[in-house]
């Protein structure tokens, strides 16, 4: 089974604080997401990564920056965290860009930030 | 633009009922659509897809899902609905609009179904 662990489950930070979210998949996934949640919203994409090094903005990329060094490894980075900025905090992965791909998704990160 | 709509907010059905949790769509080409459930506090769980063949799909938990073309619906659906199915329900559609996209999907806001004893 496809495995993607997200580094915490709670976080409560600071205003203006830097914050890093880490999400590890153990599938050899090419591309990786970061979505955030929130009641009424859905699901917003916020990057993704389609392979070591590279990336893409998603629908609201701002505020936020990503890292992927390795192939398993996709980090979402607030570089100055603000209130509304708190958010359920999903990452997810696929094998390949196919169409038929499947989403695999971690457990969320639910991020406070007073 | 392509769309997914899912126009409830929340579903109520007794246990034992059948459920239908629904869809709609807009795309250009030809549509993949996604189910997925979440439960409380978790991420979300792939329930079942279409790609290609058959219009009924049938997915995860005993649940299924009808493609419809012409009315633009895949709609999820259950024939017995238990207490534990309550959860969180996305619909989603691959965006095929632009190549180098393909990777998105486009996400409904969700419907919450909530299923009495």
């Not at chain 1, 699901?43 to 390795?70: A, T």
């Not at chain 1, 490894?73 to 997810?92: G, K, P, V």
């Not at chain 2, 034992?16 to 869809?23: I, M, S």
């Amino acid at each position: 089974d496809v495995k993607v662990t997200q580094s915490s489950r709670y976080l409560v930070k600071r205003t203006g604080e830097k914050v890093f979210l880490e999400c590890v998949q153990d599938m050899d996934h090419e591309n990786m997401f970061w979505y955030r949640q929130d009641p009424g919203l859905g699901l917003r994409l916020i990057y993704f990564s389609y392979d070591v090094k590279m990336k893409e903005k998603g629908d609201i990329p701002e505020g936020y920056s990503v890292s992927r060094e390795k192939k398993e490894r996709f980090s979402l980075i607030l570089e100055s965290a603000s209130t509304n900025q708190t958010s359920m905090y999903l990452c997810a992965s696929t094998r390949t860009s196919g169409y038929q791909e499947t989403q695999y998704f971690g457990p969320g990160t639910r991020l406070l930030v007073l | 633009a392509q769309s997914v709509a899912q126009p409830e907010d929340q579903v109520n059905v007794a246990e034992g009922n059948p459920l239908t949790v629904k869809c709609t769509y807009s795309v250009s080409g030809n549509p993949y659509l996604f189910w997925y459930v979440q439960y409380p506090n978790r991420g979300l769980q792939f329930l079942l897809k279409y790609i290609t063949g058959d219009n009924l799909v049938k997915g995860s938990y005993g649940f299924e899902a009808e493609f419809n073309k012409s009315q633009t619906s895949f709609h999820l659906k259950k024939p017995s609905a238990l207490v534990s199915d309550s959860a969180l329900y996305f619909c989603a559609v691959r965006d095929t609009a632009n190549a180098g996209n393909n990777r998105k999907l486009i996400w409904g806001l969700g419907t919450s179904l909530a299923v009495n004893p």
